[in-house]
């Protein structure tokens, strides 16, 4: 599988209209009902396949540090659990 390198304009490409885990909670409740959101987001999610716009991306504080500490996060998750991981591009 290609893996596509996170941030570059070909990843978000390949985000256009999938619902990915920090987006969850715009379609269920934590009870696992329709959240009010839902429509909402289907309709952004439409706009998106029609447009082929890609959404700018969201550099707060937090995430530019995710970002440059992920390798090591990575590893030290490898060395603590004695398990490999594998990164993988979007299906």
Request: net charge negative; hydrophobic share 35%; charged share 30%.
């Amino acid at each position: 599988m290609n893996i596509i390198r996170q941030g570059t304009e070909e990843w978000h490409k390949a985000r256009l209209v999938k619902i990915t885990g920090s987006e969850v909670a715009k379609i269920l409740t934590s009870n696992g009902s329709i959240s009010d959101g839902a429509y909402t987001y289907m309709y952004k999610l439409i706009a998106e396949t029609l447009s082929e716009d890609v959404p700018d991306e969201i550099n707060s504080k937090a995430i530019k540090w995710g970002k440059e500490f992920e390798a090591d996060a990575r590893e030290a998750y490898e060395e603590k659990t004695n398990a490999t991981v594998s990164e993988i591009g979007f299906r």
